[in-house]
């Protein structure tokens, strides 16, 4: 299901064997046939249906207007509790025949093996078939919007690559093991990147990138290039890839050299943008770009000290350092001395935005430590104002839930320790699916009937979070550490329940966790052992693991 996507009918028809044809082609079959069908102008079909005259099986030969209508109708009559089937198949390829819908049964049972097949046995263990059943879904949904250039968040109003989407697929497809998939399209990323570093944010397959100003690209392609090597190790790519991350790092050096005798809220953090496209006016400054700015100077820092390039490592982790200082030190400009949270940014300090320009505060570097009291501050207002009213749901602009966003903010909570809300915001998004019984999101939802408003479905990044989110409850990487069902809740720990990762991919090589319980809450205490065998590879710092 995705947005709905509007096509000129100049003529349509129905013949006797089910087909429906549009302008000439075939358009689709149906089974049962029709009890009656019609086509015609727009609006005199719908004038028709509403005073109740018969379809009478008209055909509708020319619609110059582009205004033409068919319809199907069925008399029914179910009793309570019944149910009817409609099997609707359609050409693969325009001009194609559409497959015998009497054949639909066995041709969904092959669809469903072939998908099975491709996504394998997951690698983690959850005692709630609910959430494993969305953590599957959502894997086949990043599968299906992987395009030849990489991964497009939609098919429709999203067919294009987004640096920012790819970066957050990418990781989520490392986690995964499909490492050669994410080798392929990383070119992809920097095929347009300027001599002077700068990495266009949007590019539109087969006319190039899109104009727009966004900063934030310049630290997703360096991150996902590390990650990539965490990953991978692999040595030969990065070498080959690495004037790109140097490039790409010594643009937001330039950037910031743009504010650096600006007054004290924007003095050296980067200049206006349009950002992440949804936080505001391209006129205003974005912390999200500056969070993204540390993480790629960071994880620059990283990769030039993994080629030897010791001279770009100390000046990228310079830069990065005199980064955090200026965007903390226009945060106080801005909000005082003591600040309440962290806003949107300086000409921004009231809007939703605040919470999704600040998720990447804690992920994928850690810019504010969790226990930074501003961090806590900040993500405690974020869920008062933004999320509570609504039940777990993330309410951002126009008013609509945005579910990818309130699951990526899910994965901040993992981080700050706070299972309530962490867990509230995936009920709700479990429950509240786009498309009912699909696991499938829109980038917008509509808060009055939780249906489709904006963007595409199912969209690509919220199948990428969700994955991401589900896995870093089981195992969330903090440094050089791994921490154990650090967003498991303790009703997955009672007895005879298990959960576990088995060769699960990590930037340390694969581990596998799993549970053992005898655990029961007695008295609101628990009683009882829990024992967690743990194998595989060795984080340097170790293993670390939080009483729920």
């Keep these: 299901a995705i947005e709905a996507d509007l096509r000129p009918i100049y003529s349509a028809g129905m013949s006797g064997n089910g087909r429906l044809w549009l302008n000439g082609d075939l358009f689709a079959r149906a089974l049962p046939l029709p009890t009656t069908s019609g086509s015609g102008i727009w609006t005199e079909m719908m004038a028709g249906i509403v005073n109740g005259r018969s379809l009478n099986g008209s055909t509708l030969p ?40 009497q054949r639909a049964a066995t041709a969904l049972a092959q669809t469903r093996a072939a998908w099975q097949a491709e996504i394998g046995t997951p690698d983690i263990t959850l005692p709630d078939g609910f959430v494993m059943n969305g953590y599957k879904a959502s894997i086949g949904y990043l599968l299906i919007a992987l395009d030849p250039d990489g991964p497009h968040p939609g098919p429709l109003e999203h067919d294009a690559l987004w640096v920012r989407d790819a970066a957050f697929i990418g990781e989520t497809l490392l986690s995964l093991g499909y490492n050669d998939i994410v080798a392929d399209y990383i070119p992809s990323l920097f095929a347009y990147q300027r001599e002077d570093g700068y990495v266009p944010a949007i590019i539109e397959p087969g006319h190039g990138p899109r104009p727009d100003v966004e900063w934030d690209a310049q630290g997703q392609l360096i991150f996902l290039i590390a990650d990539y090597y965490r990953h991978t190790g692999d040595y030969a790519r990065l070498v080959e890839w690495y004037p790109h991350v140097r ?54 820092a990283f990769l030039a000290d993994a080629v030897g390039d010791t001279d770009a490592a100390a000046w990228m982790q310079t830069e990065a350092a005199d980064l955090r200082t200026a965007l903390r030190a226009s945060i106080e400009a801005v909000m005082g001395p003591d600040p309440a949270y962290i806003p949107n940014g300086p000409e921004d300090v009231d809007s939703s935005a605040m919470a999704r320009g600040t998720a990447n505060s804690l992920y994928p570097v850690t810019v504010f430590a969790p226990t930074d009291p501003l961090i806590v501050r900040s993500f405690d207002e974020y869920y008062a104002r933004w999320i509570a009213p609504y039940g777990g749901g993330y309410q951002h602009i126009y008013g609509q839930l945005w579910p990818y966003g309130g699951l990526g903010l899910a994965r901040d909570y993992v981080r700050l320790g706070r299972h309530d809300i962490l867990h509230q915001i995936l009920g709700w998004t479990l429950t509240n699916q786009t498309l009912p019984g699909v696991f499938a999101w829109a980038e917008q939802v509509n808060p009055a009937t939780g249906g489709f408003s904006g963007g595409d479905m199912p969209h690509a990044w919220a199948a990428s979070s969700y994955v991401t989110l589900i896995r870093e409850m089981l195992l969330l990487r903090d440094g050089d ?16 329940e298990v959960v576990g990762v088995t060769d699960a991919p990590t930037p340390f090589g694969p581990v596998t966790a799993v549970t053992h319980s005898t655990l029961t809450v007695s008295d609101e205490a628990w009683q009882g052992d829990l024992t967690i065998s743990v194998s595989g590879a060795q984080p340097p710092d170790g293993f670390r693991w939080r009483l729920p």
């Design 247 to 300: 490039a790409a790092a010594a643009f937001l050096v330039t950037l910031r050299q743009e504010t650096a005798v600006n007054p004290a809220t924007t003095r050296g953090i980067l200049p206006p943008s349009k950002s992440a496209e949804d936080l505001g006016p391209e006129e205003r400054h974005h912390y999200w770009d500056d969070f993204w700015a540390v993480a790629g100077l960071e994880e620059g």
């Design 62 to 101: 020319c619609a110059p207007a582009a205004d033409g209508m068919a319809v199907l109708a069925y008399d029914l009559d179910l009793a309570a509790a019944a149910t009817w089937n409609l099997t609707l198949t359609f050409p693969t390829t325009p001009g194609a025949n559409a497959p015998n819908p």
């Design 481 to 496: 550490a791994l921490e154990l069902f650090a967003g498991v809740p303790g009703s997955w720990l009672e007895t005879g």
